[in-house]
């Protein structure tokens, strides 16, 4: 087991120990946001036949090659077809049928003329009436092709693809209506500590409420995952083994905050190298050192430090891309933007520190990071208040204000390009 290892060897061991969960099906709406776990196919030509873009008059375009306004071409409206309706009488020289859009085209015509551009000789339009057209029009104008969304059997959503909301829409047009995506994971939330009571209740002297299992339910919840809070469990090896024995066998997952460092009460790692394979413990992060990792009965166990911002930011950095590669994303950074930092920033702690702020643009329309006065590991409200982190490099340099730094966006999906 190798000592303090870089973010992104531990997030690349962390990702190397899950697999893409199993296929389900899920109905249509339920499919946006999730990604295919096969190739979908239409199962008709969408649209299925070729129709109008237009409300007009569908003519023969042969038949207009010389209108003008000076020598107008006049035609008798012989027929209405309305969206849903189907006109299939003969359409001779000098006829026209008055066409709504998305109605479908007849054989014998090929091109619509819009209503606004069609003078009416006599009568209102409708069939019966006579109508003037001034100018030539095209084959095809204001015609919708059969399949030019899609074809018959033929893929329109690859295995791999996520599906947004217009995907969505896709399928269901071509009546795709069972969509095979991969599961999300069941991820198990427990939170570790003697001192940790339910946030319904008001601490007694010496114990706080339990504020991670929310945050990382919720964290876990914003990654796709289905999470689990389990009850609190107090600093004994005996209460930890037990129920991470339980937890594996009932889960995908398994997260855990506290008892992760290496006080007297500390157990996780411990009981991780008992039941299973311990891989790693200690990340250089700041906040959140001691993050651990190891798989316990073929399931993955991730150890959170107990500190609030701690958990959090390994929850972002480290247990998110996991969650996201069981469900078949392939994308597991998020968007970065450099930005210039408002004030200086001292930099003491040679770990990489993930400086939680606000993104804002300037007046010039560049972007500003302000890190938060406050960075202490235990705050939540910090993290509530800003919309990204900034990266301060491994080592000693403190930075300047005025000087670049790189920052994550928090709650901006890894697959938005900026
Ligand atoms: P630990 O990692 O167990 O040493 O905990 C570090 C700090 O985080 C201590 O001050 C704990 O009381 C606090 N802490 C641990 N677990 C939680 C939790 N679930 N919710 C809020 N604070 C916690
Ligand atoms: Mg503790």
């Known amino acids: 087991m190798a000592d303090m290892i870089s973010v992104e060897e531990a997030r690349d061991l962390v990702l190397s ?6 296929a389900e099906t899920v109905s249509l709406l339920d499919a946006a946001g999730r990604v295919a776990a096969a190739d979908i196919t239409s199962d008709i030509d969408v649209s299925p036949f070729a129709h109008s873009a237009m409300d007009g008059f569908a003519v023969h375009a042969d038949e207009l ?18 969206a849903g309706e189907v006109y299939e009488g003969p359409i001779d020289p000098g006829q026209c049928v008055r066409i709504m859009t998305g109605a479908p085209l007849p054989d014998a015509v090929d091109s619509v003329v819009k209503y606004e551009i069609v003078d009416v000789v006599e009568g209102d339009g409708k069939p019966g009436s006579r109508v003037a057209f001034t100018a030539p029009t095209k084959v095809h104008s204001n015609v919708r092709d059969a399949g030019e969304e899609a074809k018959a059997d033929e893929t329109i959503v690859h295995r791999g693809e996520v599906i947004n909301p217009a995907g969505v829409g896709f399928l269901a047009g071509c009546g795709a209506v069972v969509v095979p995506v991969y599961r999300r994971p069941r991820i198990a939330i427990i939170s570790i500590g003697s001192e940790l009571v339910d946030p319904s209740e008001v601490p007694t002297p010496g114990k706080i409420r339990n504020s991670n299992s929310y945050a990382l339910a919720a964290s876990a919840r914003a990654a796709g995952a289905l999470p689990t809070i389990l009850p609190i469990v107090e600093d004994t090896h005996e209460a930890l083994s037990a129920t991470i024995k339980n937890a594996v066998a ?3 997952f398994v997260v855990t905050s506290g008892g ?3 006080g007297d009460f500390d157990f996780i790692k411990p009981v991780v190298k008992e039941l299973g394979q311990l891989f790693m413990t200690t990340v250089n992060m700041r906040p959140g050192k001691a993050q651990t990792f190891g798989i316990v009965d073929g399931t993955p166990v991730f150890g959170l430090p107990g500190n609030p911002a701690a958990a959090y930011v390994g929850f972002e950095m480290l247990v998110r891309p996991a969650l996201r590669k069981m469900q078949g994303y392939t994308h597991f950074e998020r968007p970065r933007v450099t930005a210039t930092l408002a004030h200086d920033e001292k930099k ?12 804002s643009k300037d007046e010039s ?5 302000t890190p938060a006065k406050n960075q202490s590991s235990g705050l939540f409200g910090v993290i509530q ?9 491994e080592g000693t340099e403190s930075r300047t ?18």
């Open 65 to 82: 090659a010389h209108a003008s306004a000076e020598a107008p071409v006049q035609m008798d409206v012989i027929a209405e077809i309305a």
């Open 385 to 393: 208040r800003s919309n990204c982190m900034a990266l301060m490099p």
């Open 401 to 418: 204000a005025g000087t670049p730094v790189e920052c994550i966006l928090l709650d901006v999906n890894e697959e938005v390009v900026l």
């Open 260 to 262: 992760a460092s290496n």
């Open 348 to 359: 003491k702690d040679p770990r990489r520190i993930f400086l939680r702020g606000t993104l």
């Open 17 to 22: 120990h899950v697999e893409v969960l199993p």
């Open 250 to 252: 009932a889960f995908d």
């Open 365 to 369: 329309g560049a972007y500003v990071f």
